[in-house]
């Protein structure tokens, strides 16, 4: 593949309503496997894009095993022949070892920062699969996921990366995943419908007690609301792949709701909350508020994205309501 439509991110996702549109489309092409739901597609398209991945880049290298987001060795690899800090070299890749130096570029010259080493002995102790089918390609795979996590973990802005087969994928000789074992969603317990779950927000625009609240009555601003959501620290921790499957009172996940629909939801749900006795009440009310606070998250950083990037597009406007 090559480096930079492997890491050059996509243009065609202008906000978050593309991302779903985009979503929409890979998940009903069919051609994508472990991706057959809209809210599933775009949750590898957001991850990639948090790593520098077009769309399409997306969805043929990231999968999203037991929650967390895998890559695979070669578009790894590519990340880091494309990124401008940094470079590296495969010093030995036989079947019993490979070793991989990586550079820090600075003023135009490399500097070596580590070697990560990974051995055909540290793989059977690991129970890495298909050694025996493709050992050189294997312990590549590891040696780069290992580099990348100690010395250039800013290559991915920071998130933690793994290939698929360290997750338990069963991946061919090239790292593509063969068959990708779904995490289980989180599904609510049966309870009552909360009140504000499904009803349509009219009339029920809160005060603007804080800047995420200050709406215009009777219209929402998406782009205006996500560029000042704050993160809620206090909530349970949640992965954004289980948030987006969580179900509403109509089966309905998460994922698929609109950025104003999950803004309504979240405020129904905490005036709810504040009446319950239940103890298990109040932990379906949290967990929900726990997957509205990550889906909500992840699309306001999706928008500090968008805003930070250069758009020809997005400038022209600006000059224009000048």
């Not at 043929?60 to 070669?74: D, E, F, H, L, R």
């Not at 995490?183 to 609510?188: D, E, F, G, K, Q």
């Not at 504000?196 to 927000?201: V, Y």
């Amino acid at each position: 593949m090559n480096n930079e439509l492997a890491v050059r991110n996509t243009s065609i996702i202008k906000n978050v309503d593309d991302l779903g549109r985009i979503g929409k489309m890979m998940a009903d092409s069919g051609y994508f496997t472990d991706a057959r739901q809209a809210a599933q597609a775009g949750v590898k398209v957001l991850a990639g894009q948090e790593m520098g991945f077009g769309a399409f880049a997306s969805m043929t290298g990231i999968y999203i095993i037991q929650g967390k987001p895998s890559v695979g060795a070669n578009l790894m690899a590519s990340a880091v022949k494309a990124n401008p800090k940094y470079d590296y070299r495969v010093k030995e890749n036989t079947n019993d070892v490979c070793k991989i130096e990586f550079f820090e570029i600075v003023n135009g010259q490399k500097e070596s920062i580590g070697i990560s080493e990974f051995t055909i002995k540290e793989a059977r102790t690991a129970g890495v699969k298909n050694l025996d089918k493709y050992p050189r390609n294997m312990l590549f795979a590891r040696a780069m996921s290992n580099g990348i996590r100690w010395y250039c973990p800013d290559v991915f802005s920071g998130n933690v990366t793994y290939t698929p087969e360290e997750l338990g994928a069963e991946v061919d000789g090239e790292g593509n995943v063969l068959e990708v074992k779904a995490s289980t969603p989180v599904i609510a317990s049966p309870e009552p419908v909360f009140e504000g779950e499904i009803i349509e927000p009219v009339n029920n625009t809160p005060k603007a007690e804080n800047p995420v609240e200050a709406q215009e009555e009777g219209k929402f601003d998406e782009v205006e609301f996500l560029r000042n959501w704050k993160h809620n620290p206090n909530l349970p921790s949640m992965t954004l792949a289980d948030a987006c499957q969580v179900k509403d009172g109509k089966g309905k996940e998460y994922g698929t709701h609109s950025v104003e629909r999950l803004f309504y939801m979240q405020n129904a749900i905490l005036k709810k909350l504040s009446t319950l006795t239940n103890q298990e009440a109040k932990d379906t009310c949290t967990m929900k508020l726990s997957a509205i606070n990550e889906i909500l998250s992840a699309k306001a950083n999706a928008q500090q994205q968008l805003d930070a990037k250069k758009d020809p597009f997005i400038k022209k406007e600006a000059e224009d309501a000048e």
